[in-house]
């Protein structure tokens, strides 16, 4: 049985390499490597998947997944510049990829290790990335 959560926060972030040139982050990464920043609004999905606990009919009390989110996800990153605010990206680009290992990392050690747990990262409403520890 897998149950999820849906969360939603906003970030500023550029694509960079700085051990390489202007020139080659551009031709990599495109306006994502915009020395300005640019936005987004990143639809985060929470999965659990275990079984059924038979005492409360739970797989997990979503409230817990609710407020492991805030607490180590939603403080951490929403309103945010991921490279300029966030130690988790000062040597790590900040690609959907690499959020969502961030994101899984953080929230792993706040949850039940009995339940497999899934990241979906939403990045635009066409891109995401989806890790679950590979
Ligand atoms: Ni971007």
Redesign the pocket.
Known sequence: MKVSRRATFNAA???FRPDWTDEKNIEIFGK?SNPNF???NYVLEVILDGEIDPETGYVIDLKIVKDAIKSEIDERFDHRNLNLDCPEFKDLNPT?ENIAVVTWNLLRSKLPMHLELTIKLW?TENNCVEYAGK
């Open positions: 972030h550029r694509l994502c640019h936005g987004h959907a990045e």
